[in-house]
T-cell receptor, first 114, second 113 residues
Framework: AQSVAQPEDQVNVAEGNPLTVKCTYS??????LFWYVQYPNRGLQFLLK??????LVKGSYGFEAEFNKSQTSFHLKKPSALVSDSALYFC????????????FGSGTRLQVQP | DAGVIQSPRHEVTEMGQEVTLRCKPI?????LFWYRQTMMRGLELLIY????????DSGMPEDRFSAKMPNASFSTLKIQPSEPRDSAVYFC???????????FGQGTRLTVV
């Protein structure tokens, strides 16, 4: 079985400040990890993924995430938040073998204040 | 490419009626996924296909739900009969085996009254 935990329902940050959205996972085997963003009344948009290699992954819109195997975490980060980053963020995982479909976390709403 | 196309965008129906949701995946993609999103349960996988064949339907909640993929460019999710608790946003996604990431449609918001 695989699972994803996003412990914060909402994260508030001031524009220009760094942001972190937390994610921990559980999976049998090597993890493939993803971050998606959802804007109101829209589908999910891919931000970044970790498959193998460098633990620090860079993605769209200036976002990055750090894979930490010992802590089973994949936190999303951005050095300087924008108001337009306000959205719902989902972390997802699947194992490198077996079931192809992603398991998603419950989502974290990011609110960036001007 | 137009991306994953879902129709309709919104559907309001009465309890007991049949509902059919449609999805056109990105051309060339060999995986197709149906997800449901609700406030209470978040994003749940319902079923996914590989090369038009259902691989895992363990997320389909009840026999009232069925999904088909008659060809590589079309899939349907049917609910018969529909119930108010089926109200949710239903997403279709597709991916290419080698690419790993999934592309999502804009979703169908279903309201059963």
């Amino acid at each position: 079985a695989q699972s994803v935990a996003q412990p914060e329902d909402q994260v508030n940050v001031a524009e220009g400040n760094p942001l972190t959205v937390k994610c921990t996972y559980s999976v049998s085997g090597n993890p493939y990890l993803f971050w998606y963003v959802q804007y109101p009344n829209r589908g999910l948009q891919f931000l970044l993924k970790y498959i193998t290699g460098d633990n620090l992954v860079k993605g769209s819109y200036g976002f990055e995430a750090e894979f930490n195997k010992s802590q089973t975490s994949f936190h999303l980060k951005k050095p300087s938040a924008l108001v337009s980053d306000s959205a719902l963020y989902f972390c997802a995982v699947r194992a490198d073998t077996g079931r192809r479909a992603l398991t998603f976390g419950s989502g974290t709403r990011l609110q960036v204040q001007p | 490419d137009a991306g994953v196309i879902q129709s309709p965008r919104h559907e309001v129906t009465e309890m007991g009626q049949e509902v059919t949701l449609r999805c056109k995946p990105i051309s060339g993609h060999d995986y197709l996924f149906w997800y449901r999103q609700t406030m209470m349960r978040g994003l749940e996988l319902l079923i996914y296909f590989n090369n038009n064949v259902p691989i895992d339907d363990s997320g389909m909640p009840e026999d009232r739900f069925s999904a088909k993929m008659p060809n590589a460019s079309f899939s349907t999710l049917k609910i018969q009969p529909s119930e108010p608790r089926d109200s949710a946003v239903y997403f279709c996604a597709s991916s290419l085996r080698q690419a790993q990431k999934a592309f999502f449609g804009q979703g169908t918001r279903l309201t059963v009254v």
